[in-house]
């Protein structure tokens, strides 16, 4: 009877673990230096490949910390050094587009993201990105973002710093909108319009050399999606369908001359076409 009573035991953890990773909504995949994972309850997990992550989770590197992550729906986020991001929401089920949801919060430092099967069927603005100052719509493009707070940023003025590698992103605060197209680089003032800058001042970074290229796939509501958590180590070898430069929404008046960098930062609405 004792061992009975183990081996129901061990059969009930086995099956609670097994829906615990069924329902996972990523997972690390590459990293290097300090990274760790706070859960929602405040455990702390160091970082590994393969270790999972989930909506209330905390991912966090440190000053020597990269790490690349992959969702269920093949979204891809890659970390910089000194960089806290939490997953807010994320809802993927493969036979309910329409409830898909992606909202992702960078607290400190930066990263480069690429889109997954959110945003490319079902409701195409259920893939958000947010700061203390900034919304980001993401609708299927490759972007770099970067937040400045306290100084941290050396010789950059605090605030929120983008720059888009393909795709276009609808740039808005309350004073007015840009339509920022791929190669070029913006910042948002607190107290006036978003401004383009001549050059990447910092925002980009690069990743260690074992990591994976990010590769734009061809993903889209034709594609069959994925029903697991992807955490293998290939990339799409596509070029890409997911990119575009469409004429987009939301855009509207703008200075698109460079200028100085004052030191503040305020909300934000970013809306990638």
């Known amino acids: 009877m004792h061992n009975l009573n183990l081996h129901r035991l061990f059969f009930g953890m086995v ?9 996972a909504d990523g997972s690390l995949t590459h990293l290097s230096g300090e990274v760790s994972i706070k859960r ?3 455990a702390m997990v160091t970082g590994a490949p393969n270790v999972q992550v ?3 989770d905390v991912i ?5 910390g990269y790490v690349r992550v992959v969702m269920k729906d093949e979204a891809e986020i890659m970390l910089r050094p000194k ?3 939490k997953i807010e929401q994320f809802r993927y089920e493969q036979n309910k587009p329409s409830e898909d949801s992606f909202v992702f919060q960078l607290l400190r430092g930066g990263l480069r993201s690429i889109t997954g099967f959110i945003s490319k069927r079902g409701n195409r ?3 958000r990105l947010t700061t203390s100052t900034a919304t980001i719509g993401v609708r299927g493009t490759t972007h770099d973002v970067r937040v400045c707070i306290s100084g941290e940023c050396g010789v950059l003025a605090d605030g929120t710093y983008l720059v888009v590698r393909s795709g276009a992103v ?3 605060n309350q004073y007015g909108s840009l339509l920022v197209e791929s190669g070029k680089v913006v910042y948002v003032p607190n107290t006036s ?5 001549k050059n990447d001042p910092g925002i980009g970074f690069t990743p260690p050399a074992s990591f994976p290229k990010m590769t734009e796939k061809a993903k889209s509501s034709s594609t069959t999606s994925p029903t697991g958590t992807s955490t293998g180590n290939a990339t799409g070898t596509g070029t890409g369908t997911g990119t575009g430069t469409g004429t987009g929404t939301g855009t509207g008046t703008g200075t698109t001359s460079s200028a100085s960098l004052p030191a503040s930062q305020s909300g934000v609405t970013c809306y990638v076409q």
């Open 125 to 127: 603005d259920a893939y």
């Open 170 to 172: 609808g740039v808005t």
């Open 15 to 23: 099956l609670a673990l097994t829906s615990l990773f069924a329902h």
């Open 40 to 42: 929602a309850d405040g």
């Open 60 to 64: 966090h590197t440190g000053a020597d």
């Open 83 to 85: 960089s806290d991001l």
């Open 54 to 56: 989930f909506a209330g």
């Open 193 to 197: 319009l978003p401004v383009f800058l």
